[in-house]
């Protein structure tokens, strides 16, 4: 699985914008850049993800570098439920149609957002 | 409201002592793993499930056991449970080979003694 790197941490103000980096330098075309994030005491929730094209959800948006070698994780607005480890993972598009789901969780970003 | 159901939240035991972890979810997923979480570590994951009666080991399933009997359901068994199984365990589901979003259950802390 090619490798991402992320900020060990970061830190935010409520109702302030925050841009959370990934470095993934090694990105092969098939791999699709997904973020997950985990709140305190509860498992991974799915944020984003994207291929080439920059994306919006209710949660966040996603953009990506035109190499793709980069990508930004943007949380419009924090809020201190926002305050949690967010992790950038690469799937490779071909593995997960051979049938392997599985998502390689690195060490994360963690944000910590102040009131 | 679409969910991953894991049993019991917490769970102390002792050496030897078999149990079994719940994991059911209600969205029709063909797929479901199960990962543990350990300081410094990260998740990594047992045994996955492509389907109703297909498991495979995932990277660390020395002393575990699954089964998949019916699509919703995919128990983690512990047959013989040692103090290095003490950890956090999530169980996850998704639709398989769309590399949509991952569901993950609320996690089980398990501490063997």
């Known amino acids: 699985d090619a490798k991402t790197t992320q900020p060990n941490s970061m830190e935010s103000n409520e109702e302030e914008p925050v841009h959370l980096p990934c470095n993934h330098s090694?990105?092969?075309?098939?791999?699709?850049i997904h973020w997950y994030r985990q709140l305190p005491s509860q498992g991974p929730e799915y944020v984003i993800h994207?291929?080439?094209s920059n994306v919006n959800n209710r949660m966040a948006s996603l953009a990506i570098a035109e190499d793709r070698k980069s990508s930004t994780l943007i949380l419009h607005r924090a809020t201190l439920r926002d305050a949690a480890v967010y992790y950038c993972?690469?799937?490779?598009?071909?593995?997960?149609?051979?049938?392997?789901?599985?998502?390689?969780f690195g060490k994360g970003t963690k944000l910590t957002v102040n009131p | 409201e679409a969910q991953v159901t894991q049993n019991p939240r917490y769970l102390i035991t002792v050496t030897g002592k078999k149990l079994t972890v719940t994991c059911s979810q209600n969205?029709?997923?063909?797929?479901m793993s199960w990962y543990r979480q350990d300081p410094g570590l990260g998740l990594r994951q047992i045994y996955y499930?492509?389907?109703?009666?297909?498991?495979d080991k995932g990277d660390v399933p020395e002393g575990y056991k699954v089964s998949r009997k019916e699509k919703r359901n995919f128990p983690l068994i512990l047959e013989s449970p040692s103090p290095n199984q003490t950890s956090l365990y999530f169980c996850?589901?998704?639709?398989?080979?769309?590399?949509?979003?991952?569901?993950f259950g609320q996690g089980t802390r398990l501490t063997v003694v």
């Open positions: 969205m029709n997923h063909e797929y």
């Open positions: 090694t990105i092969s075309g098939t791999d699709y």
């Open positions: 993972i690469l799937r490779d598009r071909e593995t997960i149609q051979g049938g392997s789901e599985k998502l390689v």
């Open positions: 994207g291929l080439t």
């Open positions: 996850a589901s998704s639709l398989r080979g769309r590399g949509t979003e991952a569901f």
């Open positions: 499930s492509m389907n109703v009666e297909v498991t």
